[in-house]
């Protein structure tokens, strides 16, 4: 079932579904095949995927590379500077200074970060 208020954020499916996974103590490895294609591949056929992961090392660069939104939330120096050089976004090393419900998000690889805050 499409969630429908995601769509209300854009992100509905072009004839194709609406997905989460969390993988923080997920069984699949980073070089799952299966989960690499899934993500990969499935967003050709118009799949809107959401991964969430604690570590971004954890990601496999595939996956990594096909991400258009970013939600990054306080993180260590090096991630911080991971994914400042993987988004091309300086203003993501200031990840490592976050406080808790704060977080940076990139809406587009080519849009700024933006500081944003979790409403309780």
Not at 32 to 44: A, I, M, P, Y
Not at 75 to 94: H, I, Q, T
């Amino acid at each position: 079932a499409i969630n429908r208020q995601r769509l209300a954020d854009g992100l509905e499916p072009l004839g194709g579904f609406w997905a989460s996974m969390e993988l923080s103590d997920a069984a699949a490895a980073k070089y799952d095949e299966r989960v690499r294609k899934l993500f990969t591949e499935g967003r050709h056929d118009g799949h809107v995927f959401n991964y969430l992961a604690q570590r971004g090392v954890q990601v496999h660069p595939d996956i990594r590379e096909n991400c258009v939104r970013l939600y990054l939330f306080a993180c260590l120096g090096d991630a911080a500077k991971e994914w400042s050089r993987e988004f091309n976004d300086v203003e993501l090393k200031k990840a490592v200074n976050l406080r808790p419900r704060y977080f940076m998000l990139k809406t587009g690889r080519f849009e700024k970060a933006q500081l944003c805050t979790l409403k309780v």
